[in-house]
């Protein structure tokens, strides 16, 4: 069993906290400043505290703070980390280096997302060598992959933005639907259980997402139908414009943590 801290619990770190003990594989414990936050995710951590000490006692701690405290934070852990420990950064934009500058544990970064908390998670890492707690915490969460830090950006906008890009598919296909007379919440469920299997399929398949589509379009279908609609649109071009002007974001945040 891996000993987890989570320091920081508010949007990500109680999703991580709420994923981590519905896999049961970890011992976690929780830190913050805030008692009252703590309070909220005390039910699915082995135990909460506000004591540095004992929240660095675990073998990985990840800092889910904001980009601007990571740096204050880690340096407040560093006395008390170990070089056989592991420390996990999350925070958009900051780096390795800023982080490893601060202790003497190994440094990962991984962008991860708020699907932890069903462990969902699709998580871009990148590290010197694979630690195989982080290995292990990642996969209880979801999907991850390995990548050179300098892609973090590019990752950024991917599965660290792109829940909100495919919430907003999710309630355009909703839209359509309930223009067809369908309830709004039948249509909901429908979209997004569309957006989970579609999800299951690819990640299930061996075959190239183009194959994927074509075995849908049966000809004079109706999946051809929609599907020559969107190919004689712009959508593939707009999303990935949104992609671009995320990663070029999270460049510009990252440009701020740069002391090194
Ligand atoms: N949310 C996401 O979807 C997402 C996705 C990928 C990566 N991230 C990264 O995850 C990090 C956290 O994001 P978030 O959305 O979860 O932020 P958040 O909701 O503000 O959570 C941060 C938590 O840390 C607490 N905190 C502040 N200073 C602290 C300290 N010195 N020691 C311990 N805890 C402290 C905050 O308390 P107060 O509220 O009292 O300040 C808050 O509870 C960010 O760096 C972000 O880039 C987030």
Redesign the pocket.
């Known amino acids: 069993m891996t000993d987890v801290t989570i ?9 991580l906290i709420e994923g981590l003990s519905q896999s049961g594989g970890h011992d976690i414990t929780a ?4 008692e009252e ?1 703590l309070e909220r995710v005390a039910t699915h951590a082995t135990r909460t505290t506000t004591d540095v000490e004992t929240a660095a006692a675990s073998d990985v701690v990840v800092v ?4 601007d ?2 740096g ?2 880690v340096s ?1 852990f560093g006395p008390h980390l170990a070089p056989e420990q592991t420390v996990v950064t ?5 780096s390795r280096a800023h982080v490893a500058a601060r202790t003497d544990a190994t440094v990962v970064r991984v ?4 699907a932890a908390s069903t462990r969902d998670m699709a998580a871009a890492v990148a590290w010197d060598d694979p630690d195989e707690d982080v290995r292990e915490m990642l996969t209880d969460l979801g999907e991850y992959v390995e990548i050179e830090e300098d892609l973090m950006d590019a990752a ?1 906008a991917l599965n ?1 933005s792109g ?1 909100a890009f495919v919430f907003y598919v999710v309630q355009a296909m909703k839209r359509g639907a309930v223009a067809e007379g369908v309830d709004p919440e039948a249509a909901q469920v429908l979209a997004a259980q569309t957006v989970v299997g579609a999800g299951e399929t690819v990640l299930g398949s061996d075959r190239s997402v183009d194959d994927l589509i074509d075995a849908v379009c049966s000809p004079n279908g109706t999946t051809i139908e929609g599907m020559e609609v969107l190919w004689d649109s712009t959508v593939a071009d707009d999303l990935g414009r949104a992609l671009a002007a995320a990663t070029e974001r999270s460049r510009e945040l990252a440009a701020e943590h740069t002391d090194e």
């Open positions: 320091v920081g619990c508010g949007n990500l770190g109680s999703a830190y913050d400043v805030d936050t889910a703070v904001k980009p405290v990571v204050p934070v407040e999350v925070a958009a934009g900051v962008m991860p997302n708020l950024t660290g829940p």
